[in-house]
């Protein structure tokens, strides 16, 4: 077989994990499977990086950010490659540049293009294992870009893409997706299979478990993935097609997403037009606006709410000053999204007040409310959010 692992952060985090990385991937080489492995920064070291450079700068540019934070993955793409090596296994490190991963030229937050398979193919067929450095890759004019935070799970979906690979195994701290971060709710489960959709939604909703394009990107290609634990032997939860899943419960999982921030323009023109102008300028500026509430107006005017992701406020700020677009500006970042996720809400109605009324009962106040056919999600207050996802956790039973 030919599998593609991917290390996250903690998994890489110390010359013993390392070496206990390169033992798990040795094993796996022995049982005969061709392996190409993906790995992101020692854990904290992106953070450290983006603090330094803030020493110097609020508003660094974006291109040298990307040289700099692309240096983590280096880092531990050679040590790991340098282990494999030393026991005995002929392996080679890569950078993104030198595994023919070419995006396009949004600096910090690059998509994949395209993946020129055959450097990291040439590798294998002389019998080598080798070593990514995750996140990061080259634009068509040879610049360094990332691929946006946790972006290494991308890098792995995309290589075993593009590789075709048997299997793509994304190795990380916990042993699976369960039912909510386990380290909100203790008493989550570990489910052994979710579908790309479900996942994608609880990606998209704050678990970061798997950054949310690789989920795309892994059902686009129908990539066979896995997420496990680098810790353990443990079987991890399979992510697959909707029609391969057996059991279908009404509601999967509950996410939570801090980092959003609630965003009210008062005073309003109410005329047509205004939502197009605000949110046109919004999207130009790279904003990544979710939940909008509009208000009915009153004398001409109304308010409007939306959430941005909070290291989006200050360019919301300043694209709403350009446009002149409101009387009063205001501010939220004290709130969190907590989601219920769950292809069985297609067919079933009441999910959403089972919510609502959960809520109620814990006396918290619901900001905004946004649904699709397969989650509703809440904007609520940011002290009441992890009381919110241990009681909507135990409202569905997602316990037993
Ligand atoms: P890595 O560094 O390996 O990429 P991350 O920190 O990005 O790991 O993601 C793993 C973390 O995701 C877990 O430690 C866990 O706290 C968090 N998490 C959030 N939601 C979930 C969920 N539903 N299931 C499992 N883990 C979750
Ligand atoms: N090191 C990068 C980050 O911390 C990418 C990753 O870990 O996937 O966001
Ligand atoms: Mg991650």
Do not use: W
Not at 8 to 26: L, P
């Amino acid at each position: 077989m030919l599998i593609v692992q991917k290390y996250g952060g903690t998994s890489v985090g110390s010359v013993e994990r390392i070496k206990e990385v390169a033992r798990r991937i040795a094993k796996s080489k022995e049982e005969g499977n061709d392996i190409v492995v993906v790995v992101s920064a020692m854990s904290g070291e992106t953070n450290k990086l983006i603090e330094l450079a803030n020493k110097f700068s609020q508003t660094p540019k974006r291109r040298e950010m990307d040289l700099l934070l692309s240096s983590g993955e280096r880092v531990t793409s050679a040590l790991l490659a340098i282990a494999l090596t030393d026991m005995g296994f002929q392996t080679v490190a890569m950078t993104g540049r030198q595994a023919g991963i070419v995006t396009n030229g949004m600096h910090t937050k690059a998509r994949i293009e395209y993946i020129d398979g055959k450097y990291i193919e040439k590798e294998l067929k002389k019998g080598n294992m080798v070593v990514v450095a995750g996140f990061q890759g080259i634009t068509a004019i040879g610049e360094v870009s990332t691929l946006g935070r946790g972006g290494s799970d991308l890098s792995a979906v995309a290589i075993a893409g593009s590789l075709n690979a048997d299997l793509c195994e994304i190795y990380t701290d916990v042993d699976g997706i369960y039912t909510t971060d386990p380290r909100i709710e203790p008493k989550a489960k570990k489910l052994k299979e979710i579908s790309y959709d479900e996942m994608l939604e609880l990606a998209s909703l704050g678990a970061k478990v798997l950054q949310t394009r690789s989920v795309e990107l892994a059902k686009k290609l129908n990539v066979r993935l896995v997420t496990r634990s680098s810790f353990s032997d443990d079987e991890g939860t399979h992510i697959l097609r909707e029609e391969d899943i057996m059991e279908k419960p009404l509601v999967s999982g509950i996410a939570i997403d801090k980092n959003q921030a609630r965003v009210t323009l008062r005073g309003v023109s109410d005329k047509p037009g205004i939502a197009a102008e605000i949110f046109r300028k919004l999207a130009e500026d790279g904003v990544n606006v979710d939940m909008i509430i509009q208000n009915v107006g009153l004398d001409g005017e109304t308010n409007l709410g939306f959430t941005v992701p909070k290291d989006e406020l200050g360019t919301t700020k300043q694209s709403m000053e350009e446009i002149n677009a409101s009387q009063s500006l205001e501010f939220d970042q004290e709130v969190v999204k907590v989601s219920v996720v769950g292809v069985g809400m297609k067919s079933h109605s009441g999910v959403a007040c089972t919510a609502f009324d959960t809520l109620a009962d814990e006396r918290i106040n619901i900001e905004m409310i946004s649904t699709s056919e397969i989650k509703v999600s809440m904007v609520i207050s940011e002290k009441y959010g992890e009381l919110a996802v241990r009681a909507l956790h135990d409202a569905y039973k997602l316990d037993n």
